[in-house]
């Protein structure tokens, strides 16, 4: 049976469309009933991509279908509760290429090259109901959460369009100032990068680099208050999840100029975080990982963590970080909100079952 309690226990895979869609007709039950076979407890399917696409038919925007003949959300639910897992569509928010290409002007003003990217204001009206749709449309379904991904900025080159310029004015920035610290930061016009004044400024309490950094946080925050509504007009009790940047745990001028992520906002707008710590490839141990976690537990969340399953991950190393995890999980007083890990990403990597006999024996077998 399925369970829909914040509190319940997560082993959970990311997992994308195609690995239902590529294992036949029949592919939902596949691969679902192998994710219940190795003690998957929820799968994060992702429902729309940064290409802006959806995995699913009951929608009015038919000319973002990914296909026309299968709806893989709905297979995918009916498999996962017939196994007892839980589903939550999986949508990225803010970087969106059909969106952009339709809707040119919604688009992020990059400090020196414009519009080129497909980054979304997050203060677009167009934008915010477009999303808005896409929530209320999948909470119609039974999925059991909503899991929204790209919720932040992706760099703090991007928002710098003539709203973003007018509205920092407004609230009193010297924006000479904070262009000089730009500049010298990542040496735009000419300039030599030191890559740190911006984020010392900050660190700091330098008034104008603070008003930017509160900026940003409002319009991540705004936006995901929004598309959040959407979802919870329709079902109120739906679980809402996120993975955020692993550096709001530890670094809050990184993470709130880069990303506008702030892990304190999270708290009050997510039942649950997933921390995307991805240790090799951000070159830390073991240890970073706990780092992460009771920082992101100390500042009011709940969290699954995200851990690397990709890029030459051994699986020694892997079952390391999941005994670290687990362990930490079972410690007062972080036990309370440690709910789990998720891994990225489903069909990156393989399980090994292990059988052993009554003499003692072992069998191993690889379960793609």
């Known amino acids: 049976m399925k369970q829909n309690s914040t509190n319940a226990r997560i082993t959970g895979e990311w997992m994308w469309s195609d690995t239902i869609a590529n294992a036949g007709s029949d592919g939902a039950e596949k691969v679902l009933s192998r994710c219940a076979e190795m003690g998957i407890t929820d799968v994060y399917l992702l429902t729309k991509g940064i290409a802006g696409k959806l995995a699913y038919l009951r929608t009015k925007h038919t000319e973002l279908l990914l296909r026309d003949d299968r709806d893989i959300l709905s297979e995918a639910i009916c498999a996962a509760h017939t196994h007892g897992i839980r589903l939550h569509a999986w ?5 969106d290429a059909a969106y952009k290409a339709a809707h040119p002007d919604a688009g992020m003003w990059h400090y020196v090259n414009a519009r080129d990217n497909a980054h979304i204001n997050p203060y677009d009206p167009g934008y915010r109901a477009h999303m808005a749709d896409i929530a209320a449309e999948l909470a119609a379904y039974d999925i059991d959460g909503l899991h929204f991904d790209y919720i932040r900025y992706n760099h703090l080159a991007n928002g710098w369009s003539r709203e973003d310029i007018d509205a920092l004015t407004a609230m009193g920035a010297d924006i000479g100032r904070i262009r000089a610290l730009m500049e010298t930061t990542f040496g735009y016009r000419g300039q030599p990068a030191d890559g740190c004044s911006i984020f010392n400024a900050y660190r700091n309490g330098d008034r104008d680099v603070h008003l930017i ?24 009790n739906l679980m809402i999840s996120a993975a955020t940047m692993p550096e709001g745990a530890y670094d809050e001028a990184f993470a709130d100029l880069h990303y506008g992520q702030d892990y304190r906002d999270a708290a009050t707008l997510y039942d649950y975080i997933c921390p995307m710590a991805y240790s090799k490839s951000f070159g830390m141990d073991e240890s970073w990982l706990c780092t992460v976690a009771k920082n992101a537990v100390q500042m009011g969340n709940r969290v699954v963590m995200g851990l690397q399953a990709f890029g030459g991950v051994s699986s020694s190393r892997l079952m390391r970080e999941i005994e670290v995890i687990r362990t930490y999980a079972q410690e007062e007083p972080w036990a309370a909100c440690m709910n789990g890990i998720v891994l990225f990403r489903a069909a990156q990597y393989d399980y090994a079952k292990i059988t052993v006999g009554a003499a003692g024996d072992m069998t191993v077998q690889t379960v793609s």
């Open 213 to 236: 950094a509160g900026y940003r946080r409002t319009m991540v925050r705004e936006y995901a208050a929004s598309v959040i509504a959407a979802a919870r007009s329709v079902r109120e």
């Open 91 to 95: 949508i990225c928010n803010l970087e």
